[in-house]
Nanobody
Framework: QVRLVESGGGLVQAGGSLRLSCAASGFFASTMSWNRQAPGKERELVATIGRAGDNIYYADSVKGRFTISRDNGKNTTVYLQMNSLQPEDTAVYYC??????????WGQGTQVTVSS
């Protein structure tokens, strides 16, 4: 059974930190990414990471504040460490994983709210 389960969202004050996790099971996860969608806006890419922890990309808006990483254990897990959070980072954060058959799977989303 294919599953992508996210956790770690919540409410934090500006300048605070949160760590998101996304555990993949039931398939081989290649490239993984975090995306976010703020109210009234389109979904945007935040960060990506290759299977070997390489090919890391960050959106300009989060460079220097967010760090993506992954653990290719029994269930591949991707993390997003978010520091110096700002109100504009408020969004629903979605994990996406590309399978070996080039199918994209999405998580259910986790809410991140940053208060000023």
């Amino acid at each position: 059974q294919v599953r992508l389960v996210e956790s770690g969202g919540g409410l934090v004050q500006a300048g605070g930190s949160l760590r998101l996790s996304c555990a993949a099971s039931g398939f081989f996860a290649s490239t993984m990414s975090w995306n976010r969608q703020a109210p009234g806006k389109e979904r945007e890419l935040v960060a990506t990471i290759g299977r070997a922890g390489d090919n890391i990309y960050y959106a300009d808006s989060v460079k220097g504040r967010f760090t993506i990483s992954r653990d290719n254990g029994k269930n591949t897990t991707v993390y997003l460490q978010m520091n110096s959070l700002q109100p504009e980072d408020t969004a629903v954060y979605y994990c996406k994983a590309l399978s070996s058959s080039y199918t994209n799977y999405w998580g259910q989303g986790t809410q991140v709210t940053v208060s000023s």
